[in-house]
């Protein structure tokens, strides 16, 4: 056989995925999760195993196979990042770090409020150097980035493909991003394309992201106005009624709508189309992520599949929705209560341990 037909014969196979490389993810990419022990930062694999031992301030999970950690206390500290070795592959030397997106990170030098950002490769070289007043992670090709007081977005090459012009802006989900328009107390939102031109008209008092083809608004304030879902046209597929909602996640959206005699928050989870699928029962409901969804009842956490039945028993004082099979959950107050891992089951793979510091992600 030719070179060319050993070649063919490769890209076959690794597309049938009978090589080994082939649609398989390998061990390096398996999931690490941040861990706080004896006041120290580490990481766990999903088994609960310790990978790289607690040793950094702070640090925030995985992206791209780096880390961000820091060393030194919150003020003065400085953030760098590290492989899942838990070797620096980036040396500790900025004020504040993101985690990386699209083969960039945020970086700041300087302090908050005064301090300039801008992004670096995976090297530490940077890319776009610190000009930025605030700046947020490359989302679908484009950053949000804030000079004085207004807001634009920028290539990686940290050229303005929107002009600074916006009161406020969130990063591009679905092609669209969200824009307010006017101060705090007069301001309303909308959203923009990628050219910047607006393509639903600023008319909501609050808007988030578009997620599964809908995004959730508000009309009227945040004390008796109403939630609602539009599409992408600018029109409601969802008409406002609801006190309070999530964004669609999985296919559902929780909702409540607050009893008018007892005052009291129930919630449930509703469908594209407006329909109860899982009816009000719970004192808060979350977003579903890997088939599951955290609520709350008689002040505990636990977690329901999509029927809306209980697969998780309510037993926690704080929680976290799951990812890559595992959720943080806290048993005890913020300051003195424990904190650990749990899987599907509600088994602990980790702790519970003590975690008495704030959270910050």
């Known amino acids: 056989m030719n070179t060319t037909g050993k070649l063919i014969v490769i890209i076959i196979a690794a597309i049938a995925g009978f090589l080994p490389c082939a649609c398989q993810p390998s061990v390096s990419e398996a999931p690490l999760f941040v861990i706080r022990e004896g006041g120290k930062c580490g990481y766990i694999d999903v088994t609960g195993e310790v990978v790289i031992n607690p040793q950094f301030d702070w640090a925030v999970p995985f992206s791209e196979g780096l880390a961000g950690v820091k060393i030194g206390d919150w003020e003065t500290g400085k953030w760098g990042y590290i492989d899942r070795t838990g070797q620096y592959v980036i040396n500790p030397q900025f004020d504040d770090a993101w985690s990386f997106t699209e083969g960039l990170a945020v970086v700041r030098i300087g302090a908050r409020g005064t301090g300039k950002c801008g992004y670096i490769d995976r090297t530490g070289q940077y890319v776009i150097n610190p000009q930025f ?95 609602g879902y539009i599409d992408k046209t600018g029109q409601f597929a969802i008409r406002p009624q609801f006190d309070c909602a999530c964004g669609f996640s999985e296919g559902l959206a929780s909702v409540t709508i607050r009893d008018s005699d007892t005052q009291e928050w129930m919630w449930g989870c509703i469908d594209k189309t407006g329909t109860y699928v899982i009816s009000p029962q719970f004192d808060g409901a979350f977003s579903f992520s890997e088939g599951l969804a955290l609520v709350r009842t008689g002040g505990k956490y636990g977690y329901i599949e999509r029927t809306g039945q209980l697969v998780i028993n309510p037993q926690f004082d704080w929680a976290k929705d799951f990812s890559d099979s595992l959720a943080r959950v806290r048993i005890g107050d913020r300051e003195t209560g424990k904190q650990g891992y749990i899987d599907r089951t509600g088994r602990f793979v980790w702790g519970p341990a003590n975690w008495p510091e704030p959270i910050i992600w």
């Open 133 to 227: 007043d605030l700046a947020g992670s490359f989302t679908e090709g484009l950053a949000r980035v804030r000079i004085g007081d207004e807001y634009g977005f920028i290539d990686r090459t940290g050229h303005y493909v929107i002009n600074p012009q916006f009161d406020w802006a969130e990063d591009f989900s679905e092609g669209l991003a969200r824009v307010k328009i006017g101060d705090w107390d007069t301001r309303k939102e909308g959203y923009i394309d990628r050219t910047g031109q607006i393509v639903i008209n600023p008319a909501f008092d609050e808007a988030w992201p578009f997620s599964e083809g809908l995004a959730l608004v508000r009309i009227g304030d945040w004390r008796t106005g109403k939630w």
